[in-house]
């Protein structure tokens, strides 16, 4: 224990030390500069934390292992375990440097974190649960790469606060150190008490207004050094239920990423293009100050991580009820974050609008398909005609081959607007449809591809198999108005 305070005291001491001189000393050539959108700060700070936290981290151990007191020979024995745990993270720690420096796409990004968790892995940092035995080894592989990726690019996502990446980053590293320290795990105490000290110290330049922030070399160190110590927290579990307590001490940087993940999703965006959609940012539009946002987060990290230590002390017997009040408090909170996309989709789902949508679809799939298979323009027309009125149009207008049809029902309206599906040479489908009648846009819209693909289609077949003697043109008219109809009388002329 006394090992473990020792590592805690310098890593605390080194980190208030280190930081402000990295951050006079190269932080201006890493200068995070304000925007006037996403990022609140009105001057340029230096995003140099995570070399501060780095450095910090590593003289640590390089102090600790030159003290000759009796316990040094624990540090010697976890040499191995030390070495291998820089090694990979270093990786990590380096593309997030030169992101910071010269900037990386989130492609360039995945690659690096991608590439370091597969060290780590083969290094013998495993998400390893004994259900998995048997199964083909690159499925623990792709267990513990996306699990580490995930962790990492979480808090990555998370830094958009003073002091909230950190901040979140020290309450998850305390409750891995105290899930240690109650199973006897010396190896993993060792590793999580520096990092806990570095961000303590770190906090006190970082929290709000900040003086210098993590960058992606700290954002993205945190969270993958995170996901390894879960990884080992977890290790020879029975089942996965065994991983719901480091799932829980991370719950809320991962929720922010699924959050963030669906969001784009549904809206059709890229899934690593930058927004204020955050958790952060929707806490902000509550009236949340920064300050009360930040601790706000802290004080919920501080309940998943009460939660996630009793799922450990427990052994997991409670796991699936722990899960449930988990999953419900989450839908409640975001309920409460009133998430535009959600709220969309919710009602699509249990409005019936969703249903309606691929009602709709399939049904301009069948309509399509009869056009392509129309023999002539007659029935081309009779085709037409038949989909204006399924899909509520209140009349039709086909120009095509010199020929001219009209049809409008007897409940034609005198306000109507028009939509002109534009066919090659200069033909035409013209819809009518009631100002009163409710219409989708996206529907609308499939449907005026599915006329223009199908008649185009149509009369390119008419076309080849035209077999009326040259010069004959033959023009129909066919009208069908409101007050005609209604009188039970059709007019027709041919010219």
Same mark, same amino acid.
């Given at each position: 224990?006394?090992?473990? %305070?020792?590592?805690?005291?310098?890593?605390?001491?080194?980190?208030?030390?280190?930081?402000?001189?990295?951050?006079?000393?190269?932080?201006?050539?890493?200068?995070?500069?304000?925007?006037?959108?996403?990022?609140?700060?009105?001057?340029?700070?230096?995003?140099?934390?995570?070399?501060?936290?780095?450095?910090?981290?590593?003289?640590?151990?390089?102090?600790?292992?030159?003290?000759?007191?009796?316990?040094?020979?624990?540090?010697?024995?976890? %040499?191995?375990?030390?070495? !291998?745990?820089?090694?990979?993270?270093?990786?990590?720690?380096?593309? =997030?440097?030169?992101?910071?420096?010269?900037? %990386?796409? &989130?492609?360039?990004?995945?690659?690096?974190?991608?590439?370091?968790?597969?060290?780590?892995?083969? &290094?013998?940092?495993?998400?390893?649960?004994?259900?998995?035995?048997?199964?083909?080894?690159?499925?623990?592989?792709?267990?513990?790469?996306?699990?580490?990726?995930?962790?990492?690019? +979480?808090?990555?996502?998370?830094?958009?606060?003073?002091?909230?990446?950190?901040?979140?980053?020290?309450?998850?590293?305390?409750?891995?150190?105290?899930?240690?320290?109650?199973?006897?795990?010396?190896?993993? &105490?060792?590793?999580?008490?520096?990092?806990? =000290?570095?961000?303590?110290?770190?906090?006190?330049?970082? @929290?709000?207004?900040?003086?210098?922030?993590?960058?992606?070399?700290?954002?993205?160190?945190?969270?993958?050094? %995170?996901?390894?110590?879960?990884?080992?927290?977890?290790?020879?579990?029975?089942?996965?239920?065994?991983?719901? +307590?480091?799932?829980?001490?991370?719950?809320?940087?991962?929720?922010?990423?699924?959050?963030?993940?669906?969001?784009?999703? #549904?809206?059709?965006?890229?899934?690593?293009?930058?927004?204020?959609?955050?958790?952060?940012?929707?806490?902000?539009?509550?009236?949340?100050?920064?300050?009360?946002?930040?601790?706000?987060?802290?004080?919920?990290?501080?309940?998943?991580?009460?939660?996630?230590?009793?799922?450990?002390?427990?052994?997991?017997?409670?796991?699936?009820?722990?899960?449930?009040? /988990?999953?419900?408090?989450?839908?409640?909170?975001?309920?409460?974050?009133?998430?535009?996309?959600?709220?969309?989709?919710?009602?699509?789902? #249990?409005?019936?609008?969703?249903?309606?949508?691929?009602?709709?679809?399939?049904?301009?799939?069948?309509?399509?398909?009869?056009?392509?298979?129309?023999?002539?323009?007659?029935?081309?027309?009779?085709?037409?005609?038949?989909?204006?009125?399924?899909?509520? /149009?209140?009349?039709?207008?086909?120009?095509?081959?010199?020929?001219?049809?009209?049809? @409008?029902?007897?409940?034609?309206?005198?306000?109507?607007?028009?939509?002109?599906?534009?066919?090659?040479?200069?033909?035409?489908?013209?819809?009518?449809?009631?100002?009163?009648?409710?219409?989708?846009?996206?529907?609308?819209?499939?449907?005026?591809? !599915?006329?223009?693909?199908?008649?185009?289609?149509?009369?390119?077949?008419?076309?080849? +198999?035209?077999?009326?003697?040259?010069?004959?043109?033959?023009?129909?008219?066919?009208?069908?108005?409101?007050?005609?109809? +209604?009188?039970?009388?059709?007019?027709?002329?041919?010219?």
């Amino acid at each position: 224990m006394f090992l473990i %305070l020792t590592l805690g005291a310098l890593s605390v001491v080194l980190a208030l030390i280190l930081t402000p001189i990295v951050r006079d000393g190269v932080g201006r050539f890493f200068l995070d500069h304000p925007d006037g959108g996403r990022k609140s700060h009105k001057t340029p700070v230096p995003r140099v934390g995570g070399i501060a936290i780095a450095l910090a981290y590593v003289a640590t151990f390089g102090i600790a292992f030159t003290l000759q007191f009796s316990y040094a020979y624990v540090l010697h024995k976890a %040499l191995p375990s030390i070495l !291998a745990l820089t090694l990979v993270g270093s990786v990590v720690f380096l593309t =997030g440097v030169v992101d910071d420096l010269v900037g %990386l796409t &989130a492609w360039q990004k995945l690659i690096g974190l991608v590439g370091a968790s597969l060290l780590a892995y083969f &290094a013998g940092i495993h998400v390893d649960i004994q259900m998995l035995h048997g199964l083909p080894p690159w499925l623990g592989c792709a267990i513990t790469v996306i699990w580490l990726v995930g962790c990492a690019n +979480a808090f990555n996502l998370i830094d958009g606060m003073d002091g909230l990446a950190a901040g979140v980053g020290l309450v998850a590293t305390v409750t891995i150190l105290i899930a240690a320290l109650t199973q006897g795990n010396l190896p993993l &105490a060792l590793a999580t008490m520096p990092l806990a =000290g570095c961000l303590l110290g770190f906090l006190r330049y970082n @929290f709000h207004r900040a003086s210098v922030f993590l960058g992606d070399s700290g954002s993205l160190l945190i969270g993958f050094l %995170l996901g390894c110590y879960g990884a080992l927290w977890s290790e020879k579990s029975v089942t996965l239920v065994a991983l719901t +307590a480091p799932l829980l001490a991370l719950s809320v940087p991962l929720l922010d990423v699924l959050l963030s993940i669906s969001r784009r999703f #549904l809206r059709n965006r890229p899934i690593f293009q930058a927004d204020r959609g955050h958790i952060h940012h929707k806490l902000l539009e509550r009236g949340l100050s920064p300050r009360n946002a930040v601790l706000t987060i802290y004080g919920v990290c501080g309940l998943m991580a009460l939660l996630s230590l009793a799922a450990s002390a427990l052994h997991n017997q409670f796991s699936g009820l722990i899960v449930i009040v /988990f999953c419900g408090a989450a839908c409640v909170g975001i309920r409460h974050l009133e998430y535009a996309e959600f709220v969309t989709a919710g009602r699509m789902f #249990l409005g019936g609008k969703f249903r309606l949508i691929i009602d709709s679809e399939t049904r301009l799939m069948d309509f399509e398909k009869g056009l392509e298979h129309a023999g002539d323009v007659q029935e081309c027309w009779a085709k037409v005609l038949a989909g204006s009125r399924e899909f509520k /149009f209140q009349g039709v207008r086909l120009n095509v081959d010199g020929q001219v049809f009209e049809n @409008f029902g007897s409940q034609a309206s005198n306000r109507l607007w028009e939509l002109r599906v534009p066919l090659p040479d200069g033909q035409y489908v013209d819809f009518y449809r009631d100002f009163e009648t409710e219409t989708a846009p996206l529907i609308l819209s499939a449907f005026v591809g !599915a006329v223009e693909r199908g008649v185009t289609g149509c009369l390119a077949r008419c076309i080849q +198999a035209q077999a009326t003697p040259e010069g004959e043109v033959v023009r129909m008219r066919l009208y069908y108005t409101a007050r005609a109809a +209604a009188a039970g009388s059709v007019k027709s002329g041919v010219s």
